[in-house]
DNA sequence: AATCTTTATCGTAATTTTACAATATAGTTT
DNA sequence: AAACTATATTGTAAAATTACGATAAAGATT
């Protein structure tokens, strides 16, 4: 019986969004980079990847529209930070479902 | 100058897994499900979600593939629990990079 | 044993992601 | 102003993801 067909809730897509946005191996790096030095550069991110400025660029973009980072123009660069309140956002859902995962294994 | 090109850390390659699974709201939406109940089988999920059962099987597939989640036969269905050793450590690096962000934000 | 139930797999189409070279843009330095 | 630097955008090809219908597999029920 398939009667009951659910939609997903608002926070689900966000959520999505961001575990998507962190779903590379290049954005994990960008963000552990972002965070390892006060300000940054995409320059100096571009020299940290093996990968071509273009394609860094459009892997911050993705940062960006997830909301996991912010850039704001400094010159003839541009800054980049990690965005507080969407990652602490990311970290209570985790952190929550983390909790409630804890002791709870007797079947598998 | 682009010369310091590195690959990524064991570590990072690992996180993307983990974040990628999370990445589609289907899966957000399976993960809460699962921690929602004691124990369950996949009918129960597929009447949970708007997809047919072929895509929440392989929905299922990818959070298993990702170490997210763990199955077991047992009888007719299949028993599905989050993997709370997975979990832990994606919570673990999601807590670290998230208290390093704090109160850092002087330059965006 | 025939049928039913539950889940996985296969085949396939549409969409999205990933990566890069080439080029554009815009501020900086000379 | 000309050249340089840093970053974004465009175009494009290859690969991966997403979704579903059809079918397979295997235990449960009749």
Redesign the interface.
């Known amino acids: 019986?398939?009667?009951?067909?659910?939609?997903?809730?608002e926070n689900?897509?966000d959520?999505?969004?961001i575990?998507?946005?962190?779903?590379?191996?290049?954005?994990?790096?960008i963000?552990?980079y972002l965070?390892s030095v006060?300000?940054c550069i995409c320059g100096d991110i571009?020299?940290?990847?093996?990968l071509a400025?273009a394609t860094v660029s459009q892997h911050l973009k993705e940062l960006k529209n997830a909301g996991l980072i912010?850039?704001?123009i400094?010159g003839n660069a541009i800054?980049?930070?990690?965005n507080?309140e969407t990652?602490?956002k990311?970290?209570n859902f985790?952190?929550h479902?983390?909790k409630?995962?804890?002791k709870?294994?007797?079947?598998?």
């Open positions: 019986m398939e009667t009951t067909v659910k939609s997903y809730t689900q897509i959520i999505a969004r575990a998507k946005a962190l779903g590379h191996p290049a954005r994990v790096a963000i552990e965070i006060e300000t571009v020299n940290e990847l093996p400025q912010q850039g704001s400094e800054c980049y930070c990690v507080e990652l602490e990311f970290n985790i952190q479902i983390s409630k995962v804890i709870r294994n007797s079947c598998c």
